[in-house]
């Protein structure tokens, strides 16, 4: 039987908890302040579980809401207890995170943003490929997603059907995927792990893909490569004139249609050099390229028209495409050759009929060296050789028959 009547109830204003039995106490903390609340024990625990203000809640009422909130404490032989005031803070912290989930952006308006941020700074190439390939392989699966929604299993699904007809695109997207979560995870979660990673497990699951077999770009022999420059200088247009310019310097296709005016240093002491950012690099490390003056003929000659900041500009002003200089070879009938064969073709004459050191040829070519000391120094002390070696290089390709052996170390 309870101990408190409705008249106590009514008057009691003093400041305390007053017991009513079976665990039910009403809570005065002020003249016109007082609650009903539920004391019980769970797991050693002690627990205060609310039933309601004085004003709402009448003293009959609150013993029966005490007597129901007891029997789920206790349980019966069919159900177990629970701790209903665990239960009810778990609830208001499902209801909070259900709320700041609705309040986090989703996948696609994370990539639109970060695309976004980034445009100003990418190629054509680029902003042409981020929105694209996101569009047709990610959003469909994860776009409508919030980042602490994307699981492995979603980059699985997703990836799985292009991941043998279309490698280089998996790959892509793939990592695309993988910068657009990173860049929106928290920096102080030490126990994130970015679903889009790489990992063994999502690697065992896709499907597993055959050895790539190498094939080597072709290339003109070397002993054909004046008549054939004879034959480019016959074709017109920018395209024509960033491939003369691509094979005098022997660089990458991106490297030559990314090139920039602000690059071109003629002012250096020793000859003009054109200076890469690394960005731009296949191995993310500045290049300097020292200038023949056949190569400077062709900026000469570009510079007599309108002047980008990009140096090769599409009739629009845009940056080429990357099938804009093989376009010329086709034209030209040298489609059996690759535009990146012109390397090889370097290469090979620089091997069978010079005698710079292997050092000086790498580097001409910017390829990676092992050691880091070793890169500084041919990138380095070794640019004023480099320069003798494209000087001779442009003598070939200008001179039909020069392929005699040079003596110039």
């Not at 039995?21 to 809570?27: A, Q, R, S, T």
């Not at 970015?194 to 094939?215: D, F, G, H, S, W």
Request: hydrophobic fraction near 35%; glycine fraction near 6%; aromatic fraction near 8%.
């Amino acid at each position: 039987m309870g101990k408190l009547k409705p008249l106590d109830v009514e008057r009691e204003t003093k400041p305390g908890k007053y017991a009513d039995g079976d665990g039910l106490y009403l809570i005065v903390t002020g003249p016109a302040a007082k609650s009903w609340s539920y004391r019980y024990w769970k797991d050693g625990k002690e627990r205060w579980h609310g039933l309601g203000s004085f004003r709402d809640v009448s003293l009959k009422n609150a013993r029966l809401a005490r007597d129901a909130a007891r029997l789920c404490v206790k349980g019966d032989r069919n159900t177990p207890g629970i701790d209903i005031v665990q239960e009810r803070r778990e609830a208001r912290q499902e209801a909070k995170a259900v709320e700041v989930q609705k309040a986090a952006p989703t996948f696609e308006e994370c990539a639109e943003v970060y695309i976004r941020a980034l445009w100003t700074t990418w190629s054509e190439k680029h902003r042409d490929q981020w929105p694209s390939s996101l569009k047709r392989y990610a959003y469909p699966t994860i776009g409508k997603l919030t980042i602490a929604d994307i699981k492995p299993s979603h980059i699985h699904e997703l990836l799985a059907p292009i991941w043998l007809t279309k490698r280089e695109t998996a790959n892509r997207v793939r990592g695309r995927i993988e910068t657009i979560i990173a860049k929106n995870a928290d920096i102080d979660d030490l126990d994130f792990r970015n679903p889009a990673e790489l990992t063994k497990q999502l690697r065992e699951k896709l499907p597993k893909r055959p050895k790539r077999v190498i094939r080597h770009h072709p290339a003109l022999p070397y002993a054909d490569a004046a008549h054939f420059m004879s034959e480019l200088r016959t074709a017109e247009g920018r395209a024509a004139m960033a491939l003369r310019f691509l094979i005098f310097t022997v660089c990458r296709t991106n490297e030559i249609l990314g090139a920039r005016w602000s690059e071109i240093d003629r002012t250096y002491p020793t000859g003009a050099v054109w200076r890469i950012p690394g960005e731009r690099m296949k191995m993310d490390q500045d290049h300097c390229v020292p200038l023949s003056q056949p190569a400077l003929d062709v900026l000469d000659e570009l510079s007599k028209g309108q002047q980008t900041e990009l140096i090769f500009t599409n009739p629009d002003g845009h940056e080429f495409s990357e099938n804009a200089m093989l376009a010329v070879l086709d034209r030209i009938g040298y489609g059996h050759v690759t535009v990146h064969g012109f390397r090889a073709t370097f290469a090979t004459w620089a091997e069978e009929c010079t005698d710079y050191p292997d050092g000086v040829r790498e580097a001409a070519l910017a390829h990676k060296y092992k050691s880091e000391t070793t890169a500084a120094y041919q990138r380095g002390a070794k640019l004023e050789k480099r320069r003798t070696l494209m000087r001779d290089w442009a003598e070939l390709l200008l001179a039909p028959g020069n392929v005699t052996r040079l003596a110039r170390a």
